[in-house]
């Protein structure tokens, strides 16, 4: 990035690359992975969750814990992750003729200049056909759907900034299917030389502005949430665990558009920046999400056979002192069985031990007043007498049964143990459930299922590895 009284540039296009380039770039990529990785395992040790020795002079040791809980967790997101694609995929593969025209646009619209250089145009299908792949992407990617659509930032839907970055995660993949079809016609094109754009701002805000049906001045703030400038950049490398913004500032006139910040997520860079410049919006806007995670929760438990109360519940210890509440209440119509859920909905903290040692902190403070609270507050009740208090009719009379229910996480490697009156799991866990091991009985084999999840955990550890580090020897193993 240049300095900032650097006004305007004159760009036609990138430099060429070498092979001596290329070849130090991706060393010097593969020696900051090591770095950034050596780094993350110090911090381990600070949080305890990692211990270093030094065995020789040349050569440490870090023995990693390992908790079968928050594998648990990871786990049930890479199922969604991996459920999510297979439906594309599937999707995809009974369609046949749509790989069909795409191809041929590809190859009809796509063109090389100068020996080196990409040029293309496009359509308004096509531009539709890469949106709506970025939009199957997005589907299990954190924070894209952290607000409801009508949530408003500076004066803006939250919509309209999530549809700003599909249509740039849309462009990175119509980009990269025009330079492989390039590629395939001219086999001596260097990819690196023509993934990166280059774009003249004025332009951007103009095709972006025609995209969202909007003026190029409220585009430009839209842009501004995933622009990465000087500004930005010492909070950024404090928290590089995240991916870049999906603009990066040249100059004045001009922006990047790294491939790698549209295809590896841009939404948790947005929702920093959302967070940073709009703080009051943010706060109003977070309690939407209960909202949004309790109408989510009807997926599961659908009409007749279930009914979800469509608000939050106040209990109150006397006159109206508010003692706790409670984020969704969910009625089993056929065994007359009543949930009560505590809904979190974290944001993602990724490679950020500090952010992870505060949601784990604030879930162990909300869950230790929570629980007692609703366990007091039941006083061994059954289920019709407390849907009585909550407004609602149970023809049957069924027990009582408390789940806390975590969107992002819900265990953490040395955590206080899990109170056992509650069944803990996370949304990704619940659809599992749901979908791939097919529950679809009553509100109790939800409940056994998240306690058995957590009971018969298998303690997972990974494989004994040696890093080598400018002239180091680093292990990494479990902890026994």
């Not at 462009?171 to 395939?184: G, N």
């Not at 940073?276 to 209960?290: F, Q």
């Not at 209440?329 to 992870?356: I, M, N, Y």
């Amino acid at each position: 990035m240049r300095d900032e009284h650097d006004e305007t540039i004159n760009i036609d296009k990138i430099s060429l690359t070498t092979p001596q380039l290329r070849e130090w770039s991706a060393a010097a990529l593969y020696y900051c992975g090591r770095a950034n990785y050596l780094l993350r395992l110090l911090s381990m040790c600070r949080y305890g969750l990692a211990e270093l020795k030094k065995d020789r002079k040349d050569r440490f040791c870090f023995q990693v814990t390992n908790d079968q809980g928050e594998y648990a967790d990871l786990e049930a997101h890479r199922w969604f992750d991996s459920a999510v694609r297979e439906g594309y995929a599937i999707r995809q593969a009974s369609q046949p003729e749509t790989d069909n025209w795409v191809h041929e646009r590809l190859e009809k619209y796509v063109g090389l200049v100068e020996d080196h250089y990409i040029r293309y145009e496009s359509d308004i299908e096509l531009e539709e056909y890469f949106t709506d792949r970025a939009a199957e992407m997005a589907a299990a990617w954190p924070e894209h759907d952290m607000f409801p659509d009508d949530a408003t930032f500076g004066g803006q839907p939250f919509s309209m900034y999530r549809r700003l970055g599909l249509i740039e995660v849309g462009r990175a993949l119509k980009h990269i299917a025009f330079c492989w079809t390039l590629k395939s016609r001219h086999p001596e094109v260097v990819l690196d030389d023509i993934y990166t754009q280059c774009f003249p701002l004025n332009r951007l805000e103009d095709e972006r502005a025609l995209a969202l049906g909007l003026e190029p001045n409220e585009v430009r703030q839209l842009m501004e949430i995933y622009t990465l400038d000087r500004s930005k950049l010492a909070d950024f490398n404090r928290r590089n665990e995240i991916p870049a913004g999906l603009y990066l500032r040249l100059c004045q006139t001009h922006r990047l558009l790294p491939l790698q910040a549209a295809l590896a997520n841009p939404f948790p860079f947005m929702a920093r920046e959302l967070r940073r410049l709009y703080s009051k919006d943010w706060d109003r806007a977070v309690d939407g999400r209960e909202k949004l995670f309790r109408d989510e929760l009807r997926h599961i438990f659908g009409e007749p056979k279930f009914h979800v109360m469509p608000s939050q519940c106040k209990i109150r210890a006397g006159g109206d002192q508010i003692r706790t509440d409670i984020d969704a209440v969910v009625l089993d119509r056929t065994t007359g069985a009543l949930g009560l859920f505590q809904l979190k909905w974290q944001d993602p903290f990724g490679k950020s031990l500090k952010e992870r040692d505060s949601k784990r902190k604030n879930l162990e403070r909300e869950a230790s007043r929570w629980v007692p609270a609703m366990t007091d507050w039941i006083a061994g009740r059954g289920a019709r007498d407390v849907a009585r208090d909550l407004g609602l009719r149970s023809d049957r009379d069924g027990p009582v049964l408390l789940f806390f229910l975590g969107r992002n996480a819900i265990r953490f490697t040395n955590e206080a143990e899990l109170d056992p009156r509650v069944a803990w799991g996370t949304w990704h866990q619940l659809l599992r459930m749901r979908f791939e091991r097919q529950i679809c009985g009553n509100l109790e084999d939800y409940w056994r299922g998240l306690q058995q999840e957590h009971e018969n955990r298998v303690i997972v550890r990974p494989p004994r590895r040696t890093i080598n580090f400018l002239g180091l020897k680093v292990i990494v193993a479990p902890m026994v």
